[in-house]
């Protein structure tokens, strides 16, 4: 099983608003990740957890709060969001953070769109 | 300054044609990965092939092969006997550094499409 799952699909959001997007992976993956992709851009990385502790923060805005409750769940926590924040968010997972030739294996993505 | 560069931001191939993309990276550090992904327009990222800064032989998985250049820094794609489902875009990544520092940057990315 190399399925790494996202919900929800598509999600719309007011600026006041508080949601959170959810990332799954069941395949003992012991680092995760948070991508922010823009249209026609590349992904930017956001967050890198390893062994369920926070190792990269990529300067991200503090209405981004990223949360790993165990090894097989990351999620992260929308708050006070600006419609500049739309994008697509993409969450990963690999064997070991750090090790050169493992993978990242992709979930299908969030749509989030803040009005 | 780009680290991963694909200079080719849309490339067309007629079916069963080969085709090559474009990838060249910077780096300092001797030991890196680099990646390819596709990207349908659903959205997700499908990991397609990796090579190491240390292999000697290049990557090869199915229908796609890496050309590695080391010296040149180049780590182009050959997809060979493209198919339609073969149009997306596509991604080349380079993955540095060590431990929990890592991470991987990506290029600009080629959109390719398929023709009959």
């Known amino acids: 099983d190399t399925e790494v799952t996202q919900t929800p699909k598509h999600l719309v959001m007011g600026m006041t608003n508080k949601k959170s997007l959810k990332c799954e992976q069941h395949?003992?993956?012991?680092?995760m990740y948070w991508y922010k992709q823009k249209a026609k851009k590349p992904p930017e990385l956001m967050f890198v957890?390893?062994?369920?502790?926070?190792?990269i923060n990529e300067s991200v805005p503090s209405r981004f709060s990223p949360e790993c409750p165990n090894s097989s769940l990351l999620n992260l926590h929308l708050h006070a969001l600006q419609p500049e924040d739309s994008a697509l968010y993409l969450c990963?997972?690999?064997?070991?953070?750090?090790?050169?030739?493992?993978?990242?294996?992709f979930g299908p993505g969030t749509r989030l769109t803040v009005t | 300054a780009q680290k991963i560069t694909q200079t080719q931001p849309g490339m067309f191939v007629q079916e069963k044609e080969a085709v090559t993309l474009d990838c060249t990276y910077d780096?300092?550090?001797?030991?890196?990965?680099l990646f390819w992904y596709k990207q349908p327009s659903s959205g997700e990222m499908i990991f397609l092939i990796y090579?190491?800064?240390?292999?000697?032989q290049n990557a090869t998985e199915g229908r796609y092969s890496l050309n590695f250049q080391k010296a040149r820094k180049s780590a182009n794609l050959v997809i060979s006997a493209s198919q339609l489902g073969d149009s997306a875009m596509y991604f080349c990544?380079?993955?540095?550094?060590?431990?929990?520092?890592?991470?991987?940057?990506f290029g600009t990315g080629t959109r390719l499409q398929v023709t009959l």
């Open positions: 990963a997972s690999s064997q070991v953070a750090g090790t050169e030739n493992y993978e990242q294996y």
């Open positions: 395949m003992g993956h012991r680092a």
């Open positions: 957890y390893s062994y369920e502790k926070l190792s």
């Open positions: 780096t300092s550090d001797p030991s890196y990965g």
């Open positions: 090579q190491g800064s240390y292999d000697q």
């Open positions: 990544a380079m993955r540095e550094g060590r431990g929990t520092a890592s991470k991987l940057t």
